[in-house]
């Protein structure tokens, strides 16, 4: 009884320390690192044809995110990311976002997990862009997206489409209850200067020529 106990606080230590250290770690990250991560995520996501092409192609916007967790009993989850809009000429520059989250389960020690949410709706991206706080409940929480162009006729079409890769291991899965914010320190040293996430997706702020990594993969064409 006493060890299962100081599993639990030792486990409630550890989830509410990467929570108290995440918004100070998340401050400090280099967006171009997440540029090159989420590009070589939807890359890969393409060639193995894990999102069907016909939902990329109708999508209004992407965001990426890695996700980490750590913990016994009671989890800490934190992570950063980007997400960009398509605009009429193209893709708009990315907004750098960031999560955090505790949660009770079986989780043992930790696990890193991309995740590629595929916007379908005007809201969604509304959401995304008007900065501060969005929660993934109600209409903004992701389901598992189609993983084919069969399944794509046979799902409802809903306004956030998630797929994730976990070590390597690739498939849709559910994600709400987690709160996505804007990370505007961060976007403000990728950008040299303030601007926010409405400008940046709007198309009012140029994409930096260092993004062209993860456009080139937005852009990029399904292997035939």
Known sequence: ?????????????????????????????????????AAATIHQFKQEGKIPQSVFDKAKGVAFLR???????ISGEYGHGLVVQ????????????????????AQI???????????????AIRRFSRGGKVQMVGEM???????SEHDVFLKPKR?????RATQGLFGGIAFSGT????????????????????EILSGKVAPPHRAQTLINALNAPYPK
């Open 159 to 163: 306004s956030v489409y998630v797929y």
């Open 86 to 105: 398509r605009l009429a000429n193209g893709w708009s520059g990315p907004s750098a976002i960031s999560s955090s989250a505790v949660g009770i389960g």
């Open 67 to 73: 996700m980490t967790k750590g913990g016994l009993v």
């Open 179 to 198: 709160d996505l914010r804007e990370a505007p320190d961060t976007n403000e040293r990728y950008y040299h200067r303030a601007v926010t996430a409405r």
């Open 1 to 37: 009884m006493k060890t299962r106990f100081l599993l639990s606080a030792w486990s409630l230590l550890i989830a509410v320390g990467c929570l108290w250290t995440a918004p100070r770690t998340l401050a400090a990250w280099n967006l171009q690192e997440t540029v090159g991560e």
């Open 141 to 147: 929480s992701g389901v598992a997206g189609p993983e």
């Open 109 to 123: 020690g930790g696990s890193e997990t991309n995740y590629v949410f595929v916007l379908n709706s005007d809201g």
